[in-house]
């Protein structure tokens, strides 16, 4: 059932019609005629019977609403850095070997999911953890939500604590946790033929 117009010399004129099958061909049935076009607009009737039927059509009354400004306000937000990376960085294991290094601390937040943020900020837009905080709000990057710029600076904390002088190779590098992943990492990925190189 549709709309549908029909010219009579210089007068429009709006159908209500249907199609039906007869005798195996498509033929269109009109069920009423609502008047000349111009007359219809002229005097409001169109907007009325619109108005009127769109009562009973949920897609017409959310355009409708979001027309008069009333329509629910949403938010939309990226997905795909996330999933991607995500991936990656638990195939690599990162996320086991934070959890495994920062167990004993018993951190009052998810570190890892701090660590993964702060990284993928800085995969695609550099910047600060202050910018880090601000710039999640249009991701899903899951479990990181409600992750506070607090967290994120006691991450950064943690990541460049010292370790103790028994753990320090020579007296002028001081390492720090950081270096406890990286060195995590590579012991993960090592096979029988993997060398070390120097890059400057």
Request: glycine share 6%.
């Amino acid at each position: 059932m549709f709309i549908r117009t029909q010219s009579n010399g210089e007068r429009t004129y709006l159908l209500l019609v249907e199609n039906e099958r007869v005798d195996g061909r498509i033929k269109q049935k009109v069920i009423a005629r609502l008047g000349r076009l111009d007359v219809l607009r002229a005097n409001g009737d169109l907007d009325r019977l619109l108005k009127s039927l769109g009562r009973f059509s949920e897609k017409f009354s959310v355009l409708g609403a979001h027309r008069n400004g009333e329509a629910v306000t949403t938010h939309t937000r990226i997905v795909g850095p996330a999933l991607i990376f995500e991936r990656l960085w638990n195939e690599l294991g990162v996320d086991e070997v934070i959890n495994k290094l920062s167990s004993a601390r018993r951190f009052n937040f998810p570190i890892e999911r701090a660590v993964f943020l702060t990284v993928l900020h800085r995969l695609f837009q550099s910047g600060s953890d202050r910018a880090a905080e601000k710039w999640k709000a249009e991701y899903a990057i899951a479990g990181c939500n409600e992750l506070e710029l607090h967290q994120l600076y006691r991450t950064m904390s943690w990541l460049g604590e010292p370790l103790t002088e028994d753990d320090k190779v020579h007296p002028a590098a001081i390492r720090t946790c950081k270096d406890l992943i990286e060195e995590a990492l590579f012991a993960r990925r090592r096979d029988l033929f993997t060398t070390g190189y120097c890059v400057f």
